[in-house]
């Protein structure tokens, strides 16, 4: 395969589940593992310092969580971020996915689901738990805000707001993503390339003010689009 190198650091707090995880993505071709760390300071200066193409997060770790480590390494664009967590909490989810994260799967995730979503990501796709999307559209329905320090999700009768800047391409990607499709299934759907649809995410994002495809998904959702 003719494909540049995925490059992976490991955030988790516990050494037993980082040599699992090493063990397994070493053997994955096309991944490498540059780094590990035990908490989530660590996981921002490994990802500032070694400019992965994935964090693998823990949602849940001592001092700096997940959540709050996502916040950082997104903001500074330094890798993506797929959080790992054991339980599907509605509060980690939503605040996982408001900080920027661009996926979110259990640990109970299949070893061949978790390398193809590692590669999903490093593509600029996003990837949620099964189970995960299936909470997430039912709380959509109900305009649920679950994140205390999120701002307020749109109610029923008061939908979010899509800027006016929006082609109606873009609108129409926009609507592809709050229905969790892929890159390349957006563009076997529109007709276009898949250069063209990366190029229309990242104008919706600019526009938007958004961090991750992952918070277009949800903006899409509640404003009724998908």
Same mark, same amino acid.
Not at 122 to 141: N, Q, S
């Given at each position: ?7 992976? $650091?490991? /955030?988790? @707090? ?7 995880? #090493?063990? !397994? *993505?070493?053997?994955?071709? +096309?991944? =490498? ?87 999903? $990501?490093? /593509?600029? @796709? ?7 999307? #299936?909470? !997430? *559209?039912?709380?959509?329905? +109900?305009? =649920? ?82």
């Amino acid at each position: 395969m003719n494909q540049e190198r995925i490059t992976v $650091v490991l /955030a988790d @707090d516990h050494s037993s589940i980082r040599a699992g995880l #090493r063990l !397994l *993505l070493e053997t994955a071709e +096309g991944i =490498d593992v540059v780094g590990e760390a035990a908490d989530g300071a660590a996981a921002v200066s490994q990802a500032f310092a070694l400019r992965p193409d994935v964090v693998l997060m823990d949602a849940r770790m001592p001092g700096t969580d997940g959540i709050a480590a996502t916040r950082r390494i997104v903001a500074d664009s330094a890798a993506q971020v797929l959080m790992l967590t054991t339980f599907d909490l509605d509060e980690v989810v939503f605040g996982a996915l408001r900080a920027g994260a661009s996926g979110f799967l259990l640990k109970s995730v299949e070893p061949d689901q978790l390398i193809d979503a590692i590669r999903r $990501v490093a /593509a600029g @796709d996003g990837v949620l738990a099964p189970e995960v999307t #299936r909470k !997430l *559209l039912r709380e959509f329905a +109900g305009g =649920d805000d679950l994140e205390a320090n999120a701002s307020p999700s749109s109610s029923d009768d008061a939908p979010a707001e899509v800027s006016e800047h929006l082609t109606r391409r873009e609108l129409d990607v926009l609507a592809a993503l709050g229905r969790g499709l892929s890159n390349a299934q957006i563009a076997q759907e529109l007709f276009v390339s898949l250069a063209t649809v990366k190029t229309h995410v990242s104008s919706i994002l600019s526009k938007q003010q958004l961090s991750s495809r992952m918070q277009a998904a949800i903006l899409a959702r509640e404003a009724r689009l998908a």
